[in-house]
């Protein structure tokens, strides 16, 4: 496709209270016996009973960052059991596990070769069993995005990228986020933040898609502290919640650099990076990287927010907003070190997200981020 698709196709049930529409959604998608993909600490903390399911068949070995083997675990209950949907119910890890299990549920495919950099595009069709995608966090917004983060086998952690992956029916309760703690609150949120203002200067046209992304990062900006600092303050839960659904509605006008060189560092496996916190810990690098790219959307960043100073001043107010959370400001902090590096400039520089950059994306360009989030 030469120009930009813009869409927004997917049903969502919003707002405190939405969990209990879950049955009359089953019965829409059509889903009798749900295979509910999520983790460990999620079924221990009660949130599987609060479906209200009978004896539901469950799949909970998801780690954070879900990798293809889990998904291929997750494929075999599926079909033991005779399944016919899925609930993907948690944070971005199980609900994109569970895109990929529905993927492969119907795709005679090897995970890898669903891969957009492997041009799995086109090898998806509209055949997909229903799933239906229970957020309980306000991050990655992958409840309505079209996009599935999943480290294969090749240790790669690669993106899935479809129209017909994005859920049939997303439940988005803001309920469910009220016992998230204050750091993971930080940086889930971070993450949908940084969504927002990558696609909204990402170089892609799309002003429907900017002009969602400029609201949900407003709403962010003004909510993401009150939720860290009171995280039973329900208004403030649901404006992070709408933050990290405008966040991956904006997604089809690509996102950066950001994302280039958190999903490589993310595939790490021996230093289990959190990605939102990867991301803030990137984001005012990048936009300093980026400024000569996005200059004027950069404008419109700093008048929605109320920063002046130009990228100087919205870097600077980035970090001292992580800061003021207590999450790392560097990639040393983190424990990052240099030998984790190798690698990663090429990486990033043939992730998905440096094709939307609005700079071009270069290894060396990729070095000088890294040295000065370092
Ligand atoms: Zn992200």
Redesign the pocket.
Known sequence: MQSPTISYLTKVQFGVGALGDLREVMTQVGIARPLVVTDQPLVELGFVSRLGLDSPVVFADIQSNPTESSVLAGLEVYREHGCDGFLALGGGSPIDAAKAMAILATHDIKLEEAAYIRGGLERITSDMPPLIAIPTTA??GTEVGRGSLVTMESGQKLAIISPHIIPNWSIVDPELTLNLPPLLTAATGM?AL??CIETAISRVYNPVAEAIALDGLKRGWDNLKIAFENPYDIAARTEMMMCAMQGALSFQKG?GLV?SI?HPLGAIQRRALH??TL?SVLMPHVLLFNESGCRLALDKIGDQLGISGGVAGIAKALTDYSDSMGLPLTLSEMGVENDDLIGIEALAVADHCSLTNPRDVTQEGVTEVLKSAF
């Open positions: 991050g990655t993450d940084s969504h996102l994302h958190s990605h939102g991301n």
